[in-house]
């Protein structure tokens, strides 16, 4: 057989060339044989995707951080450093700091390889079986096989209700159209025909004389020749864009790496100073300057950082997973809340790719239909609101009863869902019978179908012919207003009949346009008597011979009116009110969409997507721009209509160029590229395609666009509080960072042990972190503009704050080295640098209050003393006294029982952090000082 891959242009040309080309029988098909042949040269029929990364790369990932790294080589010294500690001592006061620092890298590690497994877990139980099974034709008989078997040259039997499982000629239709939208975002059905001509650049979603992987059967039958399978698709092709478009950092990712490195330098310049100054003053030796330089490493270094992090966007992760968003990606927590774009798909993300009439034009009166989507719950109402009863209204009862018998679909409900199993159109048309009192079930058993004709393109309508219990022929008809006005004569109104004439005619012509400027889709209605049977006639009764019927052109004529329809696909519940949410947060939500510039545009009016200098842009337009012409105008463009996947990717790459953090949302293949090129994807989980979840950082179980809401709040939320725990971290250690340094320039002073160091970080500073890692969000966040994708985690004046709280914590340290305790003189140093230890311990505790808030009083602040910080305080206070109480621990750490003395001089000393921090505040809203020294200021670099 040939190399089929060469042939990138199947749409137009001769089929007989393709039979050549594919080595095809049109009429018996493949042989097993033969079908075996290729399904071993071509590989099956499966889009290509990379293997899951193992659990030892997913925990090796874990470590990839410069503050985890940093920790590393500060427990690889020590190690080496109680390696060569005398043999004397116990392993745990030789390997104790070592142990310690691996004990922390290891459970940061654990908790972020078990959070992501969760989610991709949560994932895999959303994936559904795509395409299952599939009916080709094989020696001459129909058979059903996997689609995973089918390939090129197979003969595909195609009808209603089926998945496409390859790329595929047609080479027959009757009636035959697809649903597209998971791969062009159209959310109509698209009308294929066999033997339409077609350009070769006829772009993708007008290439009716083909079917595509992904897309389905609305209605018809047809037949058709296989062209491509698995990555040779249009769907395989896209997989290919998403391992192109490559991961993307999130901006907390980036900001965690660029603070991670500073702190790495920093650390390794000021031990290495430290260290070699102590080698040219030649007093201690090596052994005691490496443990020194260890401890100031340690002193500088926030370890509780890594794991707090990882907990706070865990448990941000939970909390997000309960409202219906599923987060993939640790860092992607945080991602939303930084976001200043959300570019997102029309069709079924802001709509519900639902079909909904909305109003209707019938005898000489307009209605409008309550109600969305395929449940008929709803009403009739007219121009005063109030319910009609159809009854009462002739028109409007022969109305829905054609629109009912021209009808090919039927309406499904499980489990509480109602779906349309046909063309989504004619299932809209159902549903609105069905409120009007006349489902299909009570008009259906009193007519007999004898004839149908099906729509084309050409004709623009729908024909159904059916004998009633009277016995009369009736045509039914709904089609184009345009086209089916003309044919008409007569309109029903309520005095009757009534003959219409050409004024008549440019009026009804007239509410058509009317309702179409609403972006509503309007067919027309009519109907025809065309005789009457016999009096004993019945529906049971065999009709005549098809042969005798009269031809459509003979039946589609003089018509009487029966009214109009306007549908569209309707918003989702609750979407005006997400967006108008992301408007107050100054998060510009932008309309990406394969339907058309009109239709998008009315429901970006609808939803307040648009704005007073909005402008919309096709892909023709866009195509014309290039991409520094595209990145000037992005900013102003709220529509994209009638793109591709490939100008999606540009839309996004354009935002990012002009320094936004892009969010982008969608569910359908089309969206996978775009999805996995923002800075955080967003799928839809209940009917997006696997494709765009696999490609996206967090999906959204519910389907519900105005979920992103809550997940901008959470995401805002958890910056806020990880601005907060890293502000009361570093602070806490820039005053264990001045304790050390004095104590090791100074004679007679002993400096901290990496222990206590750790101690202190991870044990007593660690659980208040935690807890300010989940203080409850400020209600003002969500009517503040996002933070700059520059900005840093922490501001100039934020870092001012951190010297100053470590000057005052390091002062009060200092202050108890140089307290005159009532020890021996032997004792005196140590003893005090037990004190020392244990204030550094202590006043953090006291100090988590103040992180709070940047300039408000804690006093000021409700609650004033929230439990989570009020328990972390309680338990870490408790953990550290057991270090002090007991004797074995004493060993340990090196610590001495305390009397009352010395604990009222600790807690009075530790509890003096709060009214200093209360005066620079105080001083602050003054205007005395500097404004805004501290975490989570309203300030311009967070803009």
Known sequence: MRDVARATVHHNGAIEDLYVQLEADPVRGLDDKDAEARLAKHGTNELPSAPPPSALKRIIAQFANPIVLTLLGAAVIATINGASTKSSESFLARFGDAIAIGLIVVLNAVLGFYQERRAEQALDALKKMQTPNARVRRGDVVKVVPARGVVPGDILEIEAGDAVPADARLLQTINLATQEAALTGESLPIAKDARAELPDDAPIGDRTTMLFTGTSIVRGKGRALVVATGKDTELGKLSTMLSAAGEQKTPLEERLDHFGKRILVACIAISAVMFGWGMYRGDTTWQELLLAAVSLAVAAIPEGLPAITTITLALGMQRMAKKGAIVRKL???????????????????????????REIYAGAASYSVTGTGYDPVGEIVDLDGKAVDCSER?????????????NTASLDVKEGCWRVVGDPTEGALLTLSAKGGLPKESVAPSHQVLKEIPFDSDRKRMTVVTLDEAGKEIAHTKGSADVLIPLCVHQLTRDGLDTLDDAKREAILAEAERMSQQSL???????????????????????PSSDARPSAEHIEQRFTFLGLVGMIDPPRKGVKEAVAACADAQVRAVMITGDHKLTAVAIAKELGLWDEGSIALT????????????????????????????????????????????????DGVNDAPALKEAHIGIAMGKDGTDVAREAADMVLADDNFATIVDAVREGRAIWRNIQKFIFFLLSSNAGLLVTVFVASVMPGMKELRPLMILWINLVTNGLPALALGVDPPDPTQMTEPPRKATSGLLGAREYLGIGAVGILMGGLA??????????????????????????????PLFHAFNCRSATA??????????LPIILAVIVSAGIHLVAIVFPSLREVFQTFALG????????????????????????QRLGIVGKDLGPMSRRASER
């Open 521 to 543: 889709r309007v067919l027309a209605v009519a109907r025809r008597e065309l005789s009457v049977s016999s009096a004993d006639a019945r529906p049971s009764d065999p009709p």
């Open 900 to 923: 009352t003395y010395e604990w009222v001089i600790l807690l009075a000393l530790s509890a003096s952090i709060i009214p200093m921090i209360e005066l620079l505040k105080g001083l």
């Open 619 to 666: 892909g023709s337009e866009l195509d014309k721009l290039s991409d520094e012409a595209l990145t000037r105008r992005v900013d102003h463009v709220r529509v994209f209509a009638r793109v591709t996947a490939e100008q999606k990717l540009r839309i996004v790459k354009a935002f990012k160029a002009r320094g936004h953090v892009v969010a982008m949302t969608g």
């Open 857 to 866: 009083s804690m006093f000021s602040m409700r609650p004033m003393f929230p």
């Open 394 to 406: 002739p028109a409007l009862t022969e109305l829905l009863a054609t629109i009912t018998l021209a």
């Open 331 to 357: 860092a992607a927590v945080e991602t939303l809340g930084a976001a200043t774009v959300i570019c997102t798909d029309k069709t079924g993300t802001l709509t519900q790719n639902e079909m909904t009439v």
């Open 814 to 843: 200092i202050a108890c080295y140089m307290w005159p305790w009532d020890v021996d003189a032997g004792d005196l140093p140590s003893y005090a640098r037990a004190v020392a230890f244990s204030l550094l311990a202590l006043s």
